[in-house]
Structure formats: structure tokens, C-alpha cells
């Protein structure tokens, strides 16, 4: 008999332990449906970072993205869900615009042969909703190139001899944005 109520005791502990936990484990209910990613762009392997990009990596549903998924000649948030936002660590050229150190959202508004790229102070965003056009910084327009194709939206950067790019790509459409760092410009001159 004292077994017993030992037995009982040690079965009723265990559960209320084993229950217990699973009311105190973390609900994730309301995640965002697209992982987001964070890019960094540096001179070097080991050189401090220039710019950092944090943005939503939506998913293709078919190889036409723009036009359909996204439609043309509409502002876009240049990913999904919160708006992407790009931190200069040090005064650069964008495009042809200067843009002093700091951190911006990028807008981007696409077309089927070129895309209008913004860059907006209003940080802290989510999607287009926020965008007021007196806060834009600056404002270029590039051509849409083909690649090959990319099911995720990403965002990287290319060196080149002339300074860098930042590229844009989702399905077959990229965007080359130019993309020039103060000591880039320097050394240049």
C-alpha cells in the first residue's frame, strides 16, 4: 500500500511537470509567412561594413513575378512585410544622388523596362502604407535586366572597377543600382 500512494505521488508529479511545461512553451501564432534576411556590403573579407540591408524575401508563385505578383507602375515595398530598410555607414552616392551616412527605407516602383528606385527617411515602417513622398532622399530610375531564375526576392551586392552595385532580383528581373562609398569616390579622383 505504501508503494502505491509512492507510485501515485511520483506519476501525479511527472504530470503535472510534463503539462506544466507545455503552458509555459512560447505560442508563435502571428509569424511573418516570409523569412527575412539581412546583407551586408564590405570592401574586403574582413572590412567593416558599408551598408546593411534588412528586407522580406517573398516567394515566386509562377516565373512572372512583376506585372502579376507585383503589379508594374505601383509603389512596392521592395520585399514583404516590414518595409526594407538600408543603413549607409558612411556618406555614398546613390545612383547619381548623394546620401549622407544613415538609415532609409527603399521603395521601389517597377515597370517592365525600367524600375524607379526610392530612397525615404521615414524608417520603421510596414509596406507602403507610411510612404510620404516629402520624406524621399533621393529618387533614380533604373533599367530591368534578365537573369536567371531566383524563387526567393534577394538583394546583393557586385564590385566593380567603378564602385558597386547593388542588386535587386526576384524570378528573371534584375535591378542595378549604382552604388558608390565616399572613400570608393576618393580613390578615384
Known sequence: M?????????IGLLSVLLFTNGVNAQ?????????????????????????????????????KVFGSQVPFGKLWTTGSDESTEIKFYQDVMFGNKFVKAGTYVLYTIPNENYWTIILNKKTDTYG???????????????????????????IGFKT?????????????????????????????L
Not at 132 to 152: H, W
Open 160 to 188: 566593380q572597377d567603378y564602385g558597386s552595385q547593388m542588386v535587386l532580383g526576384w524570378a528573371k528581373t534584375r535591378i542595378h543600382i549604382p552604388l558608390y562609398t565616399e572613400s570608393r569616390l576618393i580613390s578615384k
Open 128 to 154: 507602403v502604407c507610411f510612404y510620404n513622398p516629402e520624406e524621399d532622399v533621393a529618387k533614380l530610375e533604373v533599367p530591368t535586366m534578365e537573369g536567371d531564375m531566383l524563387e526567393s526576392f534577394s
Open 27 to 63: 505560442s508563435f501564432e502571428h509569424l511573418d509567412k516570409n523569412p527575412h534576411d539581412i546583407i551586408y556590403y564590405r570592401t574586403g573579407q574582413m572590412g567593416l561594413p558599408q551598408v546593411k540591408v534588412v528586407y522580406g524575401r517573398p516567394e515566386a508563385k509562377d516565373e
Open 2 to 10: 505504501g508503494n502505491t500512494k509512492i507510485y501515485t505521488i511520483i
